[in-house]
């Protein structure tokens, strides 16, 4: 008997005849002995249906009340689950957020999860039912609800396998696993069937969104074996194994140095601002990003140009788009202090990362990328490295032909796609 974590997206819950089948691909696993906890997603499309009627509501709606909107999408899913499962003879209840309770920080439509009390959960799971949970949704300290930001469910499920001491958390999604990238937009992606969780939080963080950054950080700290499956295979069958988030020595040595690069990712929701005519002298830049970083807004990529004798010079950077409008306000107010002369935003960009450990022990990398993208005549707007990553800011009209380039370039192509 093991314990285990079962999460479905979007896609996989949407509409019944779905969410049948996933009600047969849990009771697979319930028959096998396991007792098993359910993490599930709104129907795919709702919560942003839900996040507009906010939006219509009011630009500036409280996010209190954003959230008690945006969580109910979750709250039906798993009520029609656990109905789903009842009805094909598997005992299953709901626990809602602050049912178990999940508390969270107050950080309204941003929380984090502080703790999940298992311990009535637990008792229900040892007398055989299965339990049945919204994802994306905690309670505050003020005892409200909360949601973890979009894509949290993978956060939800983590922390629930965390609490639990699930021996795995399996993350059923549209794809059949983790992909050198998005395989939607490369028909050639290469499927990893065992990834670094390190890998993996950098993948996630620079915008491959099959799993939310957040919940890669917490399986890794602490320790919870992730898996990436497809939850469209024969509901009543072994799934097809996925991949595998691991720490770098379940990988093996021979893995980690011969693949120089591991995937590629492609954020469109970043956008870019420059100032011109900054004033060229110590303490410049602070005055430009104290007031951002005090309005929490995080900061990404930043360029600033050498003056040639004129005294100022250029600084472009990027923000996260949905916070470009906060970020003018708030830059708008400190151009005396700053002393800029313009401000000039750009949300036609697309940021592509190149991600592999293989990095830190090979030179070259970011030449490479360069490279390939001059070949096909692809301005680079800016650049930032880590140590196992290479990031460049292009025009989003090029993303999918930089992608495709830069994945030919890394070698990274299927074989018998080619
Ligand atoms: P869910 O609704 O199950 O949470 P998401 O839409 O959040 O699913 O994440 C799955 C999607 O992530 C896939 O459909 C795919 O387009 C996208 N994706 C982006 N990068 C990758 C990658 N490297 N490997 C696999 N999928 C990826
Ligand atoms: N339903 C939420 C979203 O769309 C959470 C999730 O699906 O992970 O962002
Ligand atoms: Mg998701």
Redesign the pocket.
């Known amino acids: 008997m093991a314990r285990i974590v079962m999460?479905?997206?979007?896609?996989?819950?949407a509409g019944i005849e779905r969410i049948r089948l996933v009600a047969r691909q849990v009771k697979r696993e319930w028959q096998a002995g396991h007792q098993v906890a359910v993490v599930v997603?709104a129907m795919?499309g709702e919560t942003d249906r839900l996040v507009n009627f906010c939006r219509e509501a009011s630009p500036l709606y409280d996010a209190r009340e954003y959230d008690v909107v945006v969580a109910s999408g979750e709250q039906v899913t798993t009520g029609l689950l656990a109905i789903a499962l009842q009805a094909i003879g598997v005992p299953a209840r709901s626990w809602l957020g602050w049912q178990l309770p999940i508390r969270t920080s107050e950080a309204h439509a941003a929380a984090r999860i502080i703790d999940i009390d298992t311990a009535a959960m637990d008792e229900s799971l040892a007398r055989g039912e299965v339990a049945v949970i919204p994802g994306f949704q905690g309670q505050g300290a003020d005892g409200r609800i909360t949601t973890l930001g979009r894509?949290g469910?993978?956060t939800s499920a983590v922390a629930v396998a965390a609490a639990m001491k699930a021996d795995r958390c399996d993350?059923?999604?549209?794809?059949d696993?983790?992909?050198?990238?998005?395989?939607?937009?490369v028909p050639r992606?290469r499927?990893?069937p065992r990834i670094t969780y390190e890998e993996m939080l950098e993948?996630a963080s620079v915008?491959?969104?099959?799993?939310?950054t957040r919940s890669v950080g917490l399986a890794m700290k602490e320790r919870v074996r992730v898996q990436?499956l497809s939850?469209f295979g024969d509901p009543d069958l072994p799934p097809t194994p996925g991949?595998l988030v691991v720490g770098e020595d379940e990988i093996g040595d021979e893995n980690v140095e011969s693949q120089l690069i591991t995937?590629?990712?492609?954020d469109r929701n970043e956008a870019k601002i420059t100032l011109t005519a900054v004033p060229d002298r110590p303490g410049a830049v602070a005055t430009i990003f104290a007031p951002l970083s005090e309005a929490n807004i995080n900061v990404d990529m930043i360029v600033q140009n050498v003056a040639h004798g004129t005294g100022s010079t250029d600084v472009t950077f990027t923000v996260p788009g949905a916070e470009l409008a906060r970020s003018i306000d708030v830059l708008e107010k400190a151009q005396a202090t700053i002393g800029y002369a313009a401000l000039v935003p750009n949300t036609e960009v697309c940021k592509i990362s190149v991600v592999g450990v293989g990095m830190r022990s090979h030179a070259g990398v970011a030449a490479t990328m360069f490279e390939a993208l001059a070949a096909r005549g692809i301005n680079i707007l800016a650049i930032t490295t880590s140590e196992i990553k290479v990031s460049v800011l292009i025009h989003e009209d090029y993303t999918e032909l930089a992608v495709r380039v830069l994945h030919t370039a890394y070698g990274l192509d299927a074989e018998d796609a080619a």
């Open positions: 999460k479905f997206g979007g896609t996989s819950m997603s795919s894509g469910s993978d993350i059923y999604t549209d794809v696993g983790v992909y050198t990238t998005d395989p939607r937009i992606a499927k990893i993948l915008g491959a969104k099959v799993l939310q990436v939850s991949t995937g590629i990712a492609y």
